[in-house]
């Protein structure tokens, strides 16, 4: 594997996360794709420098990244084409035709399918900027849940200002909290679905309830049996009543959560 990949990774993990010094990662693996001057590796570096500056509200700096990168696009594969398109439908409004899931979907503007898409393929950022994508407002509020949830900090703040921006109310910033304070580490969005598994309700019911997809509370559900030690739903609600998490917690400042 080239250097390239891993510096790229790297690089992206950070500036997703807010955190600072991944600029000079990413400065690195263009002069090194520069130097190779292989299509696939100016599509690597490129998108990843164009998510930094767009992670950073430059989104004309962000666009001069994707221009030199749709330059090479047709000499990439199919799965960078997608990337490619992806990443113009989402700084720049353009859509191309792209015949592979989840990309066309998204593309064509069907994020909360295209979501799915992700998460059955692992994606959970991806699932939550396609989601991110649509701009609908339940869609957004389920984003931003998502990207608090993986520590995506910095896109997570875009999901933020694009709400206000909209006229919507957001989650109030440092929402994570919750998930440090939590007896075992629970997310907010974790301990409301578990309250609602322990009354009860099945993944159709709490779908309903919080306007999320069923495949997105069969994803936290999973993610609840595993932090609980459980593997059941009937032994994730004992143990939530033994440790008495079936009722609304009340965190730090006296919010619930």
């Known amino acids: ?13 950070m500036a997703r996360r807010g955190q600072d010094g991944f600029w000079p990662y990413l400065d690195e693996a263009m002069q090194s794709a520069a130097a190779i001057d292989e299509p696939e590796w100016l599509v690597l570096a490129g998108l990843a ?8 509200g430059r989104m004309a700096a962000a666009i001069s990244e994707l221009d030199r ?6 000499a990439v594969s199919p799965v960078q084409r997608g990337w490619v398109a992806l990443w113009s439908r989402r700084l720049t409004g353009a859509t191309a035709a792209i015949d592979l899931e989840p990309f066309a979907f998204q593309i064509a503007g069907n994020g909360a399918y295209a979501a799915e898409l992700w ?9 939550a900027l396609a989601l991110f994508d649509t701009r609908e407002e339940a869609l957004l509020r389920e984003s931003l849940a998502r990207l608090s949830d ?27 909290t919750a998930t440090r304070t939590h007896p075992r580490g629970l997310t907010a969005r974790e301990q409301e679905i578990l309250q609602l598994l322990t009354s009860g ?4 019911e709490i779908s309903a309830n919080l306007f999320i997809s069923v495949r997105t509370v069969e994803h936290h559900v999973s993610a609840i049996l595993g932090k609980l030690g459980v593997t059941t739903r009937k032994s994730a609600a004992q ?7 079936h009722r609304p917690r009340i965190g730090v400042g006296g919010h619930e959560i």
């Open 1 to 13: 594997m080239h250097r390239l990949n891993p510096l790229c990774s790297f690089a992206k993990v």
């Open 239 to 245: 143990e939530a009543r033994r440790l008495d998490l």
């Open 150 to 176: 993986l520590g995506a900090e910095a896109a997570a703040r875009l999901v933020h200002q694009t709400m206000r921006d909209l006229g919507m109310r957001s989650i109030p910033a440092g929402a994570r």
């Open 119 to 127: 998460d059955r393929l692992g994606y959970r950022y991806e699932a």
């Open 69 to 74: 990168v749709r330059d090479v696009a047709p």
């Open 201 to 204: 309700q099945s993944n159709d």
């Open 49 to 56: 420098r164009a998510e930094g500056h767009w992670l950073e």
